[in-house]
């Protein structure tokens, strides 16, 4: 079973300021997504990690993958207020793996 | 537009007293299935389904039933609700081997058994 830890669970920042989310799983998986969740909405899909050394970014978010540690990272560049949310990192497992086994999540709280 | 799409949105309803979520989905994927958010617990699937009329069972499954007739349609049926089944329930589905492997989520079921 692919079990996937994220931490902090929660992170209060100040606007500006960077700071990375950390996103660890215990087997190997071929894929690793990061949703941003705002409160009371459904998940929207920020990153979809496919291989190796696999970084994306798009705007002040930076996300990468390193299969070898089993370790995904979503860095926050400048944080600004907009980027409060709850951020959620999910492994997928092979070929029949296509559901998602999700970490708790990390609840970001920017403030001024 | 690309979407998924739940009914209802927000449900109350009493112990024992079956229900069906609808879930729809306009993008002929082949891969649907049904999560359950609760706090601290993240999300988990409850059933999944590879195509139609083939389903089987996530991490969840106890007290939940579904069904897949048509490619774009599957519901999600608690057939005795219980007060432990309060929760946020949200659908997804993916095409099969998609380069992006993109998955879709529809906006969510908050349902309240009382």
């Known amino acids: 079973e692919l079990k996937v830890e994220q931490n902090p669970l929660f992170l209060s920042m100040q606007e500006g300021k960077n700071y990375t989310i950390y996103c660890n799983y215990s087997t190997t998986s071929d894929r690793l997504y990061w949703y941003r969740q705002d409160p009371g909405k459904s998940l929207e899909s920020l990153f979809v990690?496919?291989?190796?050394?696999a970084v994306k970014q798009e705007g002040r978010l930076m996300a990468s993958l390193d299969t070898k540690a089993r370790l995904s990272t979503l860095h926050i560049t400048a944080a600004v207020h907009d980027l409060s949310a709850t951020y959620f990192c999910?492994?997928?497992?092979?070929?029949?793996?296509?559901?998602?086994?999700f970490g708790k999540g990390t609840s970001l709280l920017v403030t001024p | 537009e690309a979407q998924v799409t739940q009914n209802p949105r927000y449900l109350i309803t009493v112990t024992g007293k079956k229900l069906t979520v609808t879930c729809s989905q306009n993008?002929?994927?082949?891969?649907m299935s049904w999560y359950r958010q609760d706090p601290g617990l993240g999300l988990r699937q409850i059933y999944y389904?590879?195509?139609?009329?083939?389903?089987d069972k996530g991490d969840v499954p106890e007290g939940y039933k579904v069904s897949r007739k048509e490619k774009r349609n599957f519901p999600l049926i608690l057939e005795s609700p219980s007060p432990n089944q309060t929760s946020l329930y949200f659908c997804?589905?993916?095409?099969?081997?998609?380069?992006?492997?993109?998955?879709?989520f529809g906006p969510g079921t908050r349902l309240t058994v009382t």
């Open positions: 999910a492994g997928g497992l092979g070929d029949s793996g296509y559901a998602l086994n």
């Open positions: 990690l496919l291989s190796n050394g």
């Open positions: 993008m002929n994927h082949e891969y």
């Open positions: 389904s590879m195509n139609v009329e083939v389903t």
């Open positions: 997804a589905s993916r095409g099969l081997g998609t380069v992006s492997y993109e998955q879709y």
